[in-house]
């Protein structure tokens, strides 16, 4: 018989198949060339130290995952020993995937918190303050669980104050949906601060607070979250990103509102300090208040009256004295300036004899015969008025000449 290709492959994959002793087993091995596809299969090798063989794992069995594999992560896998007849080539088709020395759910609480950590959900620069009176406390919480009771309990008895209950599933397949959902609706009531919690259990009971769409939901809160869930040594994924971890129900309440015994101390205790204060501030005044009235006798004040008037008295003519002086000194100073400004006067030159000629038309001054010519219109200014002329004819004269023929 011959077989094409196909076939063979084909006979091969049914042998395997109907072989039960390769068939739903565990296996043990490290992962190496770990590939996530886009349609949502797992392509990775199991290796051991002098072997390898192909496995894969589709999409509907990674939905059940509760961790993503990695490179170099120790595993059992469950599955069957398939051919992918493509290429010929075996491999081991998984139905399951476990961690190898590490609970399943608490490798998937680590990768999921180092996850979030890495985006910044824990910093305590991301929380929200809690209000120190509140007037309104939201809880989400199973209205069935010790829980709601341990609230409703601390806070009648420590400050009363409205509780308005969102009542959540806290356990179970439904419960992580369940939890966001109450988280959401109690941001739209008109309450102060949110307390989410239950009581304690082991960690498969808890791991609705460990799904990553509750820690998102209480990251993205607009109100406080208190995480109150399990125990004091119970520690979930929403105690890390809630704005305040208690490490039970009862504890979360006392921490969201103050004690009124407390309160009534401190009110008592800062009326205390306010009367002390007001009445050591009333006698340090009165004593001031002493002092100042004797010092202040009614002889005394007039002799500062006296005094005062009396220094004032003697600043006065002191400024007096120097303003005499600066206008003295000034009025010196200006009688110097005119004097000088009288001796170089043009009038005084007019006085002894002299005249200023001027150009009828635009008042110019005449400083050579080159200014005029025949028949223009002249102005010859002397000391006690002006002569009207006109210019009949010029002439050069030496005035140095002329000085010495005089």
Known sequence: MIYTVSEL???IKQLLKNELSINQIWVRGEISNFKKHTSGHYY??????NNQISC???????????FEPEDSMQVLIFGSIDVYKVRGQYQLNVFDIRPDGIGELYKAYEQL?????????FKDT?????PEFPHRIGVATSTKGAAIHDIMNVVKRRFPVDILISPTIVQGEQSASSIVDSIEKLNQCSVDVIILGRGGGSLEDLWSFNEEIVARAIYSSQKPVISAVGHETDYTIADFT??????????????????????IRRINNLSSRMENAITNKITEKSTQLY??????????????????QQ????LLSRMEYSIKNVLKSKKSSLQIHANHLQAVSPLKTLERGYSITTDSKNGSVIKSIDNVSNGDSLDIIVKDGIIKCSVKNTSKKSLKHNSAKD
């Open 44 to 49: 990775f090798t199991l290796k051991d130290r």
């Open 291 to 308: 002092y100042v009235q004797k010092r202040m006798h009614p002889e005394r004040l007039y002799d500062n009256i006296r005094q005062n």
């Open 242 to 263: 809630a704005d305040m971890r208690a490490p039970t129900p009862s504890a979360a309440a006392e921490l969201v509102v103050p004690d009124y015994m407390d309160i």
């Open 9 to 11: 492959n084909t006979h």
């Open 311 to 314: 220094q004032v008295d003697e």
């Open 113 to 121: 918190k180092n996850q979030l950590d890495s985006e910044g959900f």
């Open 56 to 66: 894969v794992s589709f999409r509907s069995t990674n939905r059940n995952i509760k």
């Open 126 to 130: 991301n929380k929200k303050s809690i």
